[in-house]
Nanobody
Framework: QVQLVETGGGLVQAGGSLRLSCTAS????????MGWFRQAPGKEREFVAG????????IYGDSVKGRFTISRENAKNTVSLQMNSLKPEDTAVYYC???????????????????WGQGTQVTVSS
């Protein structure tokens, strides 16, 4: 069992940056692959970025490639999402998710992740 808490959301103008963080309660954070997802009103939850247990493998959704960067610090039980060049269409609730690492492959489907944070709102104004 792992509990996740996201921080760092807020309101930013288009073109700006935000950094989201997710802190996990697990004593063995390093055995989890981590993902960031987002959900805008009226839309399905969308994969944003993922990172494997040791940080050696990352993957991004097409809409954020080149603008967002995921990273993790296992010693601090945290995974972060640096978001640059933000656009109004990035507005959503952002969720951190964890899945016990069975392989180095980072999965992109939300249903594959059993543990979720409560979400943090990101609003990008035009």
């Amino acid at each position: 069992q792992v509990q996740l808490v996201e921080t760092g959301g807020g309101l930013v103008q288009a073109g700006g940056s935000l950094r989201l963080s997710c802190t996990a309660s697990a004593h063995t954070f390093g055995v989890y692959n981590m993902g960031w997802f987002r959900q805008a009103p009226g839309k399905e939850r969308e994969f944003v970025a993922g990172i494997n247990w040791n940080g050696g493998n990352t993957i991004y959704g097409d809409s954020v490639k080149g603008r967002f960067t995921i990273s993790r610090e296992n010693a601090k039980n945290t995974v972060s999402l640096q978001m640059n060049s933000l656009k109004p269409e990035d507005t959503a609730v952002y969720y951190c998710a964890a899945r016990p690492a069975e392989t180095n492959t980072v999965l992109v489907a939300a249903y594959e992740y059993p543990y979720w944070g409560q979400g943090t709102q990101v609003t990008v104004s035009s």
